[in-house]
């Protein structure tokens, strides 16, 4: 795509400041160069080094508009997504970038990439090439109208647009593009199984209440900040959505934490006023799925409160699904204990937990300045008293 003087200068300034270049573009008019597209590909390289290596290493990959790969997902998101599905046809409503596509795609013999954007066709239809997948159609249309009049197949994937005609985000199923709730009933009729990427802003038992046939959902979760949720909806199923929660990581990690609602809700635990040696702070997975008394179950923790998501043990948990820290110190609000508590702690990482001061506020309240290597979270007991917590960080294989 494009003349070799636009590909070149591309090559020659990959690694540049795409806003320093975009201020120097009259010193190339009148020149072959495709000025606007040459920095779409050289902005878009950058982006790709770390959320798509494998795309990445490829120089011959042509980059969308700055939205749509903003849009897209990870390759280890994708990955992820790939490892979920399998069969015979697969069709992709919604292709974007391509990403999930090219990566879900494997996994079938006949595949589909429909988008209704002609410019996003052409650049998959060019991409797809370079990366082995000639055998897949494309084709540009809108996703309810193809989902009318498409065979059935054996899994559909969608990720609704969640961009208000101002551009604003969204987040709520009905008001993302196309709306999922009155296209299920076909969804089913056309598919088995059906693969759903939502926004992570979304609630989940509101969406499970909204979404039919829902066999499981992944919370998924990359590098501890939770990135996606993915709803599977199967044709015949008819029984509760298995939830799992996933944190990826580039340690090559991948935790599988699986649980039922109605599990999670029916569980009674006794919570503590005694912070032991060591706290921990489940992984941005687990919090967004809710399973916060189970985890006592599954290691020996003690849970501080019903509303503070924050544990504790005597004994080192090396495989703890989330941050670990070692307690260095703790302290009431008592002015004398907090003036000890805080002697020699100039900067710190502050956290609070069901605390009735925002981190905004208790960091003026202390005096203290954003960072350094110490943590403090402030939080509510079971007995309902608040106390800090001076803690160091404890690198595990799953933080």
Avoid at 88 to 106: E, K, P, R
Avoid at 231 to 255: D, H, P
Wanted: proline fraction near 4%; charge should be positive.
């Amino acid at each position: 795509m494009r003349n070799e003087a636009s590909r070149k200068f591309v090559s020659d300034h990959r690694f540049d400041d795409v806003r320093k270049l975009a201020l120097q573009t009259s010193s190339f008019t009148g020149s072959d160069i495709d000025i606007p597209w040459a920095l779409t590909q050289i902005e878009g390289r950058q982006s790709a080094e770390n959320k798509i290596p494998t795309w990445f290493r490829c120089d011959a990959i042509v980059y969308p508009p700055h939205l749509a790969l903003e849009q897209c997902s990870s390759e280890q998101t994708a990955r992820y997504k790939a490892g979920l599905l399998s069969g015979t046809s697969f069709v992709d409503l919604t292709g974007g970038f391509g990403v999930d596509f090219a990566f879900i795609s494997g996994k079938f013999q006949e595949t589909c990439y429909v988008e209704k954007q002609k410019e996003l066709c052409e650049i998959a239809a060019f991409n797809f090439k370079i990366l082995g997948l000639t055998s897949s159609r494309i084709i540009s249309a809108d996703a309810t109208d193809y989902l009318k009049k498409m065979p059935p197949v054996d899994t559909i994937f969608m990720d609704p647009g969640r961009r208000s005609v101002s551009g604003k985000k969204v987040f709520t199923i009905e008001d993302s593009e196309p709306d999922l709730l009155k296209i299920q009933d076909l969804l089913l009729e056309k598919a088995e199984t059906i693969l759903v990427k939502l926004s992570p802003m979304l609630d989940i038992s509101l969406a499970l209440k909204q979404l039919k046939n829902v066999a499981e959902v992944h919370v998924v979760s990359l590098e501890n900040e939770c990135k996606e949720l993915l709803f599977l909806l199967k044709k015949n199923f008819a029984s509760e959505a298995l939830i799992t929660c996933v944190n990826l990581s580039k340690k090559g990690n991948q935790l599988g934490i699986s649980f039922l609602q109605s599990q999670e809700k029916a569980r009674r635990i006794d919570y503590t006023s005694e912070p032991g040696r060591y706290l921990y702070e489940p992984n941005a997975s687990l919090l967004k799925a809710g399973f916060y008394k189970g985890l006592t179950e599954l290691y020996p923790l003690r849970k501080f409160h019903l509303d503070t998501h924050l544990y504790t043990s005597d004994q080192f948990i090396p495989d703890f699904p989330g941050r670990v820290f070692q307690i260095e110190a703790c302290t009431s609000f008592n002015k004398k204990e907090l003036k000890d508590f805080l002697r020699e702690t100039d900067k710190v990482s502050l956290a609070v937990r069901n605390f009735p001061l925002s981190a905004a506020e208790l960091r003026k309240k202390l005096k203290i300045n954003e960072g350094g290597e110490t943590y403090i979270f402030a939080a509510t007991l079971a007995n309902g008293k608040h106390i800090l917590l001076k803690n160091k960080k404890i690198d595990t294989l799953c933080n």
